[in-house]
T-cell receptor, first 114, second 116 residues
């Protein structure tokens, strides 16, 4: 059953701790993305990767880091430098870089930092 | 730069009412346009898309026509159901010409509530 798996669904951390969100895909898609969703602000791009061992910053990369060591995996680390980490995080994939290739989304991880 | 503007919600309708959610965009070139839907607690799902001017995307009774002259991609449905209650996002892929910036630019979303 092909898809995108984000885990865990809910994550709680204390302020000052780094936390890593998992994203795994078995769609064999080349590109992977991390978006952050806040109420009333839509989706904002954090990082994306179009090929293994390469990634680019999105619009709000500060306080986040990623790696892309395998095609299937694109973990996101929320560091203690991120000022407002509490949000809903969405991982997405795209088959290739063609302009009409849509994004496919996981079901998200809701991170709460207190 | 590229941007997407959606009508602000929430939108509340009775079952079987007609739905329009407005979406306009600013982009260079000929972007591809998308509508996504998000049900509570879930990720986004592609609802429909259009890749060139005058294309009409359709799915599950929803339609949207790519209007280059008005830079719009309004979402419509003739008769909504309670199960259509969700948040709807308009998005564009900004490069066009057969290429891609690689990521989509999203509107802020419009929450739809349909009452029985």
């Amino acid at each position: 059953d092909g898809g995108i798996t984000q885990s865990p669904k809910y994550l709680f951390r204390k302020e000052g701790q780094n936390v890593t969100l998992s994203c795994e895909q078995n769609l064999n898609h080349d590109a992977m993305y991390w978006y952050r969703q806040d109420p009333g602000q839509g989706l904002r791009l954090i990082y994306y990767s179009q090929i293994v061992n390469d990634f680019q910053k999105g619009d709000i990369a500060e306080g986040y880091s990623v790696s892309r060591e395998k095609k299937e995996s694109f973990p996101l680390t929320v560091t203690s430098a991120q000022k407002n980490p509490t949000a809903f995080y969405l991982c997405a994939t795209k088959r290739d870089s063609s302009y009409n290739s849509p994004l496919h989304f996981g079901n998200g991880t809701r991170l709460t930092v207190t | 730069g590229n941007s997407v503007t959606q009508m602000e919600g929430p939108v509340t309708l009775s079952e079987e009412a007609f739905l329009t959610i407005n979406c306009t965009y600013t982009a260079t070139g000929y972007p591809s346009l998308f509508w996504y839907v998000q049900y509570p607690g879930e990720g986004l799902q592609l609802l429909l898309k259009a890749t060139k001017a005058d294309d009409k995307g359709s799915n599950k009774g929803f339609e949207a026509t790519y209007r280059k002259e008005t830079t719009s991609f309004h979402l419509e449905k003739g008769s909504v159901q309670v199960s259509d209650s969700a948040v709807y996002f308009c998005a564009l892929d900004g490069l066009g010409y057969g290429g891609s910036q690689g990521n989509l630019i999203f509107g802020k979303g419009t929450k739809l509530s349909v009452k029985p």
